[in-house]
Every structure is written in C-alpha cells, then in structure tokens.
C-alpha cells in the first residue's frame, strides 16, 4: 500500500529528483519534453511501475544535458553526424552524471532494460540502411562497455555481424579504435563532435582504399569480405579459367607457357593468346605481366604496349588503377565476364560513405530517448502548470538576524520545555511483565496461583522522535498586513508573527533530539523561486541572517509546499510533517488543495497556522495564532501528534 501511494504521488517525487540535481520540473498535461532548462512531465497518476523507470530515467537523462550539454553548437544539415554525435554525447553526460549521483546508473539502466525486453530496442541486420548500422553499432557498443548496461550483449554481437558485412573490414577496425576513446579522451560535447567527424573521415578514407585495392588487383577480394582465402590457396578456385597464362600463379597452367614465359633469351612470349582472348606479356625480368604483380609482390603498372587494346580502339591501353568503368565505379575483373562489385558473394563498398551522409532522420531508428518520451504520453487527466522552484538564499542581513533571535529566544526556551516534557513523559521507562529476569514485582505474586508466572518486571524502552519536519513561511505582499487577535487587537504585521513563530519553532525543535528541521520561504526573488532559510541537517544560530525577510510578490503556496515535500523525500526520517505558516490565501486554492492531497498520498502530513486567520479550508490539521505567546499553548494541540510515534 506504501508503494503504491508513493507511485500516486509522482509530481512530488519527480519533484524530489529534480530538486536533488538542481533543475526546474513541471508536472502535467500528456507528454515528455525538455527545452533546455525545464523538464516537463506528464501528469501521471497511476500504479505502473515500467511507467516510473521510464520516467525517472528520462528525468535523470535530460538533467545531465542541461547540467552539461552545449546547446549552442551546430550540426549542419547532415542528419547521420547530428544523430551520430548525440549518442556518443548521452554516454558521456551519463557517465558524468554517475560519478555525483550514481544511483542514476542503474535508474537509466533499467529504463533501457525495459525498451529491449519489449522489442522497442532491437538489433541491426546486413541488409539495413548503413547510416542505421553504424549508428545502432556506436549506441550498443558505448552503452555495453562504458556504461555497463549488459542488456545490449546480445543485440551488440548480432549488429557487429551487419557492421562487418556492410563496412570495409579496415572501417570496423578503425572505428572500434576511435570508439575506445569513449569517455576517457571527451570533455564537452565539441568533442564529442569532432570525434564524429572523425569516424565519418575514417569511412570514407577505409572506402577510397577499398577501391584503390580493387582497381589496382581486381582479382583479390575486398578486404571486408568474409570469405577470405587462406594461405597458400587461389584466391578463387574459379580463376584458373581466366588466368591460365598467368604461369607463376596457377598450379593448372601449361607448363610448355611456362617455360616460354620464363625464357631470358625474349623479352614477350611467341604471341599467342590465352583461351580468353588476352595476350600473354612477360616482363624483362621474365615476370608473368599476366599476374599483374610485380617480383616485389606489388601491382605491376600496366605496359603502354599491348598487342590488342581491349576495348578496341587504336592500340591505346585503358587506366586500370582507376575507376576505368565510369557506369558501376569498379574496374572490370580481367576475365572478360562480370566486375566483382556485381558478385553477390563480395561486398560492394562503393558509394558507401554518400550513402552515410546522405542518410535522413526517417531512414535511422529514432532516438532512444525521444521513444521513451513517446512511452510516457498519456491522456491528459490534468492540465497541471505547477512547476518545481528552485530554492536560493535571500540576501543575509545578520545584525537585524541576531536581533530576531534574541527576542524569541525567551520564549523559544519555554516552547522546547513544554516540548522536551511531552517526549520525556512518553519515553519514561516502564515495567514490563514476563516469564523471566532478575527483578520481582511484588505487587505481580498473587498471578502464582493460577499458574501465571509473569511476575517479573523488564523495563521497556521507547525510541526519540524520529521525524523530518519542514516549515514553510509565507512572506508575499499580503503578509505585510496587520493581524488581528479574536478581541480585535492589533498585534503586528503577519510576516513578522510568522518569522517569530518559525524561529521560536526552530530553536524548540532543534533541542529535542530525532527532530530534522528545514525552513522555507515563499516566494523567491523572482516568483519562479522560493527561499532556502535553513536546509535539513543544518542549524539555525549561522543562519538567523537569513530570517530579515520582507513582503513582496504573490503567494504561489502550492509550489512552496511542494519544494518541501520534495526536500522531506530526500530526509531518512520515517514521519515526515510539512507545516505552513500562512495567511491562508493562495494563489491557486485548487493547486494547493491538489498539492496537499498528493502530500497525503505519500505519507507526509501537512499542518497550517494561521496567522490571524483560520486556514482549517486548505489543511486537514490546523491551528490559528494571534501573537507569539499563543503559540506555545497551541502547540499542545498538536505536539504529541507531531513528535510522539505511534
């Protein structure tokens, strides 16, 4: 049952994880987005647990790109080196993210978790668009090995398998390189730019080697190509019909042409042709020009002299170390028949790197994160605006600070022994009967008789208070009126009953052990902020100067409460009370009203005090005080509820 109103109470969580990394979170209407400096979230509601995972790790994600993302750099118009740059960027906010928080590393994991076992994520296969290839290979490769989501394994091994079919095998090597510099060697995200442009430069230089080594020896195949031959055999068991003069190569070649070709005495063999039509040349050195190698094992340069131009023109020799077939971009194969970009069973790169930078957003699987923003729409149940408001300190003003202080410390003193007595009288020691010990109670002997033997006594002992609790002032403009006690006597200004009260409060509280007090004031500087006064944890002498408050501005109570609630999550304590001191008039008494019930929902209990007014309409406890010294009698009231656990 915890559970579940801890699930119903998302704006508040989402609220406490935001205020934990220092960013602004509104709450409501039906979809995800981020605009750079406030995260928006749906209004959830409900129970579904896949539902959190996915929006904390949303959450968690896009607080590390505004903490450390440049949103000013330009991608230009090429959709790949956007995308491409992005992924390598979400692993290394993440990994940033995890050195402060690292309960984010296994927040975002299980988000991914979830994606891969509903099939949302999967795998990449050869016949893919190569833009999508690589950059599904990048995204699995990084998340696996340095973020340590191992979900990806198996989806990273089958999407290496179509990285290797359809890139130049010096392409994956290379990229496997540049991708170990990930996180190490990348500091903002202009790194993780130009290490984007430097793996699409990579490609296309592996690319113009692939086909330089293929115009140059057409008959070896790609260096990508899976099927390589091994040492010692024919590169293709086939090519023995289209090379038989090729004597130095091939085992089944005539050995009558092979003398010839080998004869020192004649610098070209007797002129006759192979059984393809191509004639036989030998170099001076008694080389096979055939082989097309050189005694270095290099290319040969083709000879300008050849009996027969192939393409049959006027004895001029076609370029074989360039793209001599302007129509496919790869040089024919020698034999007369089809190149090798056409086989099938070779993998043909050319083009490759065009089609990478020519990729559109619509030809690459969406990013991962805008489909977890896809997973978090809902129909909209509430069109709530309320956003989380970041706590700052106001200005510090210590001589008017320590003044406030002296003046309650009277009868701060007197608050915290009424206090102290109620805690005392609760955790008095008292006797426990049982079947054993070391200590008779009289007055027990007469149960002997009938067989009970609990007559000896054990003192019990009863734990301090064990509650965080959180104060709220507010000072906007209509604190600045005077308060009227109930015989219709002027007592001073709201704001300045509501400092008195909170100090006092602070100074009692603060005495009795297994209390954790903050203090916040409502509103900020600006509107869109509340002031920090005293943070749970710390005490309240170093920071009286931040009590000489003024009023101003509006009364956004319920963006107030909730800054509070979320700092009473983020609190170790059990019991958690959230109390406002208030003039009882909001901004937005619906927000407030919803604010305070989701408060309810996930075990924290919310008080008002009403400064010369009744606010029992917004809270469901409250009391009203008309000056300072009514407040330690009305505490009473409320003491054993607040501080005495059940």
């Given at each position: 049952m915890k559970d579940r109103t801890l699930q119903r109470a998302f704006p508040i969580v989402a609220a406490a994880i935001g205020q934990r990394f220092g960013i602004k979170v509104r709450v409501g209407g039906d979809e995800a987005f981020t605009n750079?400096?406030?995260?928006?979230?749906?209004?959830?509601?409900?129970?579904?647990?896949?539902?959190?995972?996915?929006?904390?790790?949303?959450?968690?994600?896009?607080?590390?790109?505004?903490?450390?993302?440049?949103?000013?750099?330009?991608?230009?118009?090429?959709?790949?080196?956007r995308r491409l740059c992005n992924v390598i960027e979400d692993v290394r906010i993440e990994f940033e993210g995890a050195k402060e928080y690292p309960g984010t590393k296994l927040t975002i994991r299980k988000a991914f978790e979830n994606m891969i076992a509903k099939g949302v994520i999967q795998s990449k296969r050869k016949d893919d668009h190569p833009g999508d290839i690589l950059l599904g290979?990048?995204?699995?490769?990084?998340?696996?090995?340095?973020?340590?989501?191992?979900?990806?394994?198996?989806?990273?091994?089958?999407?290496?398998?179509?990285?290797?079919?359809?890139?130049?095998?010096?392409?994956v090597i290379r990229l496997k390189g540049l991708l170990s510099e990930v996180p190490d060697e990348l500091t903002c995200e202009q790194d993780c730019l130009s290490l984007t442009d430097r793996i699409l430069d990579m490609i296309e230089e592996e690319e113009r080697k692939e086909s330089e080594q293929k115009a140059n020896n057409p008959n070896s195949p790609p260096s990508g190509q899976d099927n390589q031959s091994q040492p010692g055999e024919s590169d293709h068991d086939d090519s023995q019909s289209c090379q038989s003069g090729n004597a130095n190569e091939n085992q089944g070649s005539d050995p009558e042409q092979d003398s010839q070709a080998s004869s020192p005495s004649t610098g070209k063999d007797d002129g006759e042709n192979d059984d393809e039509g191509m004639p036989n040349q030998a170099n001076s050195d008694g080389n096979d020009a055939g082989s097309g190698m050189d005694d270095g094992g290099k290319p040969a340069k083709p000879s300008s002299q050849t009996p027969e131009s192939p393409s049959g023109s006027d004895g001029e020799s076609q370029p074989t170390g360039d793209f001599a077939n302007s129509g496919s971009g790869i040089p024919s194969n020698g034999c007369g028949g089809q190149d090798d970009g056409d086989d099938p069973q070779i993998p043909n790169f050319n083009g490759l790197i065009q089609k990478i930078l020519n990729t559109t957003d619509d030809e690459?699987?969406?990013?991962?994160?805008?489909?977890?923003?896809?997973?978090l729409k809902i129909d909209a149940s509430q069109e709530s605006t309320i956003c989380l408001p970041n706590g700052e300190e106001p200005k510090r003003h210590d001589a008017l600070g320590v003044a406030l202080y002296?003046?309650?410390?009277?009868?701060?003193?007197?608050?915290?022994?009424?206090?102290?007595?109620?805690?005392?009288?609760?955790?008095?020691?008292?006797?426990?009967?049982?079947?054993?010990?070391s200590r008779i109670e009289a007055r027990q002997l007469h149960k002997l008789p009938t067989g009970d033997t609990r007559v000896f006594g054990r003192m019990a002992h009863k734990p301090n208070p064990n509650t965080a609790m959180h104060l709220v002032i507010d000072c906007s403009s209509s604190m600045n009126c005077d308060a009227i006690d109930s015989s219709g006597r002027n007592v001073g200004k709201r704001l300045s009953l509501a400092i008195d009260a909170a100090m006092a409060l602070s100074m009692a509280f603060e005495g009795i052990p297994g209390v954790n007090l903050g203090i916040t004031a409502f509103p900020g500087s600006d509107g869109q902020s509340v002031y920090s006064l005293l943070r749970?944890?710390?005490?309240?002498r170093p920071n009286v100067g931040y009590f000489a408050l003024v009023p101003h501005g509006s009364t956004p109570m319920a963006e107030a409460i909730w800054f509070a609630a979320a700092s009473l999550l983020m609190c170790r304590e059990p019991r958690k009370v959230v109390m406002v001191l208030t003039d009882g008039d909001p901004d937005s008494r619906l927000s407030a009203l919803d604010i305070l019930e989701r408060c309810q929902r996930s075990g924290i209990e919310a008080v008002g005090i009403g400064l010369g007014i009744d606010v029992s309409h917004l809270f469901p406890k409250s009391i009203r005080i008309d000056n300072i010294s009514q407040l330690r009698t009305q505490l009473f009231a409320l003491a054993e509820d607040l501080l005495i656990t059940a």
């Open positions: 750079g400096e406030v995260i928006q979230l749906p209004g959830y509601d409900g129970d579904d647990p896949d539902y959190k995972d996915f929006a904390w790790g949303l959450l968690a994600h896009e607080s590390f790109h505004i903490r450390y993302s440049d949103f000013s750099l330009d991608f230009g118009d090429r959709a790949i080196r290979y990048v995204l699995k490769s990084l998340r696996n090995r340095v973020l340590g989501q191992s979900a990806f394994k198996p989806l990273l091994d089958e999407t290496e398998k179509a990285l290797e079919a359809a890139f130049p095998k010096g392409a690459l699987e969406p990013d991962v994160f805008d489909t977890v923003k896809d997973l002296q003046r309650v410390q009277g009868e701060s003193g007197k608050i915290r022994a009424a206090l102290q007595g109620i805690v005392q009288s609760h955790r008095r020691n008292r006797p426990v009967l049982k079947r054993s010990g749970h944890g710390q005490r309240i």
